[in-house]
């Protein structure tokens, strides 16, 4: 089983859709959740991190479950610039290391 | 967000050369760097964590002879991809952070072995 796992779309949404991404973690013991956007032949750049509580930064609400090892990212009134590939990212239980997943892929159209 | 500056973007180079790939970070002294490997339309592969002053450690099945990771200071780590080969042709990416907070990447080297 892969560390972190993500659906890999593609997602291909109208624009002002609402399009939830979920990934799940096979380390309870892991620290620290973020997400992340790439943008084709880009780096990938941070968009939030993720916290217990959950937490929103204008269209975009990342919540985590610590239970069921998931966190999710939902993006409302899509853009046609919110399509990228997003990834996942975990840092291990040591906080050594930062995991990501395959990413998942999201396409907005007009 | 920090700044992590990878260089070069693009390098073309000849079969059985080698290759040395600079990540620095320009505001702020990461404890912690990584190199990671992506090959088109896959997802980012971990290669190596390198903490300043001690030696990598390197994912499985990461040939640690063949890319060679030095991290001299906190803010400079370099990873040299010896006798490179076409197969070895890929987006290497690094990236830093400071303890166990958030990681902030490179631009990204986009290596074509000829």
């Known amino acids: 089983r892969k560390e972190v796992e993500q659906d890999p779309g593609p997602f291909n949404v109208p624009e002002g859709a609402t399009v939830a991404f979920n990934c799940t973690y096979s380390n309870s013991a892991s620290q620290s959740f973020f997400w992340y956007r790439q943008d084709c032949r880009k780096e990938p750049k941070l968009l939030m991190s993720?916290?217990?509580s959950g937490n929103e930064d204008g269209r975009f609400t990342a919540q985590l479950n610590r239970a069921s090892q998931y966190i999710s990212l939902l993006i409302r009134d899509s853009k046609l610039s919110d399509s990228a590939t997003y990834l996942c990212a975990v840092n291990d239980a040591g906080g050594f290391k930062t995991i990501f997943g395959a990413g998942t892929r999201l396409f907005v159209k007009a | 967000g920090a700044v992590v500056s990878q260089h070069p973007s693009r390098v073309i180079c000849k079969s059985g050369t080698s290759v040395k790939i600079e990540c620095r970070s320009l505001?702020?002294?990461?404890?912690?760097m990584f190199w990671y490997r992506q090959f088109p339309k896959q997802s980012l592969m971990l290669m190596a964590t390198?903490?300043?002053?001690?030696?990598?450690?390197?994912e499985q099945g990461v040939e640690k002879d063949k890319f060679l990771i030095n991290h001299a200071s906190l803010t400079l780590s370099t990873l040299t991809v010896t006798s490179a080969h076409p197969e070895d042709s890929s987006f290497y990416i690094c990236?830093?952070?400071?303890?166990?907070?958030?990681?902030?990447f490179g631009q990204g080297t986009r290596l074509t072995v000829v």
């Open positions: 390198s903490n300043e002053g001690s030696k990598a450690t390197y």
């Open positions: 505001d702020f002294q990461a404890t912690t």
């Open positions: 993720v916290y217990s």
């Open positions: 990236s830093a952070r400071v303890r166990a907070t958030e990681a902030f």
